[in-house]
Each structure stands twice: as structure tokens, then as C-alpha cells.
């Protein structure tokens, strides 16, 4: 079995796979593209796949200023910002005590965080809209990242504690007599030979907080606060859609998250490696 797995057929085989889901995978991204560039009548009159017969550089500048993308995109940048570091240093400090601290329910404990990634996100909207319209958190910053925070916590427990536990603890040891307490260890020892992990963790975190749109929705209400997701329905009017402005538009949002992939895509697959074999 092992022969036929490292026969060059079989690698060949594996490459071509891997090109025809690549080609799948970026069809659609394509046809964004063209329609980004293409103008109304030009969408309207020739196959949605049809390369632009002239294109429209000017939809871009057109689709910030008309779908107020500039603005949306500050309101999510800033709850990425803030959501993405706090909810992994909440999720950390989590990870490190399951693993670490060895207290007696530390096992039913992780459990119980795990039970959050099993709840409908639809069945927590009605208590989460009590709640903050009691305190007063709705369409405001603090209100939407709480609430991020809150569904992001089992996931990145799941990843972090996987890794933590590939970390010998004999290193703890060695801290311990050099005269590191329980934060010191976690601050010197654990986070520096976690960055892999906490590389992975930002792209997905990023990643969803940038890209979600039904919390959004729900408790965000003023359109001064809207993130990208929600912002990009504001090329839908009640008759008509400009699919070409909303296309340029989507190309633009989607920059950040390329920017962010790039810049930490080097740990990416060290991250999960290690989450796993924890």
C-alpha cells in the first residue's frame, strides 16, 4: 500500500485533483470579477461569464462612495481590532488553566466549553436581544464584540488547549525554579512557543468576525454602525439590485482578509499540526 502511495502516478493524480478543485474554487471569484467591471448594460445584454467588453475601472470608486464602504469597512476593522486579540487572550488564559493548572474538573470544564460550539447560534438570538437592549448595547461597539467573544470561546479553547498540551512540562519546571509564577510561565514560557497556534487562531478569527452576518444584522440596527456585511445590502433597492457596484465592492472587502492570510499564513498549517496531535 505504501509503494503505490509514493508511486509517481500517484502523485501526478494528486497534483491534477488538487488543480481541478482549485479551478472550481475560483470560477466563482472570476465571475465577480467580470461583473465588477462590466456596466449595467453590458451585465444585462451578455452571459454573466462573458469577459467585459470595456472595463469599468470607475465602479470601484463609484461603489465606496454610493454603498458608503469606506465607513463600513472602519466600523468592522475596529471590532476586528478589538474582538480578535481580546477574544484570544481570554481563550488563552481558558487553554493555559485546563492544562496547566490541574485543578479537579478541569476535564468537565473543557466539556462544558465545548457544549457552546453545539448551540444553534438561532437559538441564542432572542435571550442575547433581551439582554443587551436591557443594558443598552445595541448598534454600539462593546455591545457586537461581547457578543463575538462569546461565540468565539469554544473554538479557540478547542485549538489552544490542543496545543498547550503538545508543550513539555518539564519546561514549567525550569521556570518555576528560575522564578516564574503561574502568569510568568504563561507570559514567557507558553504564548512565545504558541504563535503558531495564536497565528492560526487570528486568520480564523479575522476571518469570521469579518465575514459575519446575522449577529450583524440583528444587533446592529443604525446604519452608522453597520459592519461590510450588512453595509453591502445597501446596493439592493426594493425593485432593482446594481449587481455591478456590489460586485466591486465585495472585491474591495475582501482585501483585509488577503492582507491578514498573507501576513500569517507562514504558521497556518504549524498551528493546526499542533492543535491536532494535542
Known sequence: ??????????????????????????????????????????????????????????????????????????NTIIICLVKVPLGILVEALAAFALTRLNFKWENALFVFFLVG????????????????NKVH??????????VYIGFGIPFGILILRGFFRTIPKELDEAALIDG???????????????????????????MATWNEFLLAQIFIT??????????????????????????????MSVVPILIVYVSFQKYFVNGLAGSVKG
Open 117 to 132: 460550539m453545539m448551540v444553534p447560534m438561532q437559538a441564542t438570538l432572542v435571550p442575547l436581544n433581551m439582554f443587551l
Open 180 to 206: 516564574c509564577g503561574v502568569m510568568g510561565k504563561f507570559i514567557r514560557i507558553i504564548l512565545p512557543l504558541s504563535m503558531p497556534a495564536v497565528a492560526t487562531l487570528i486568520i480564523f478569527d479575522f
Open 1 to 74: 500500500m505504501n509503494n503505490q502511495l509514493t508511486h509517481p502516478a500517484f502523485g501526478i493524480l494528486r497534483y491534477v485533483c488538487l488543480i481541478v478543485l482549485s479551478v472550481i474554487f475560483l470560477i466563482p471569484v472570476v465571475f465577480i470579477a467580470f461583473t465588477a467591471v462590466k456596466s449595467n448594460a453590458d451585465l444585462l445584454s451578455r452571459p454573466f461569464y462573458a469577459f467585459p467588453e470595456k472595463i469599468q475601472w470607475s465602479n470601484f470608486p463609484a461603489a465606496w462612495d454610493q454603498g458608503k464602504i469606506g465607513m463600513y469597512m472602519k
Open 137 to 146: 448595547l445595541v448598534s454600539t461597539y462593546p455591545g457586537i464584540i461581547l
Open 222 to 251: 443604525k446604519d452608522a454602525m453597520k459592519t461590510i456585511t450588512t453595509g453591502l445590502l445597501s446596493f439592493k433597492g426594493e425593485h432593482s439590485t446594481d449587481y455591478t457596484l456590489m460586485n466591486a465592492a465585495v472585491l
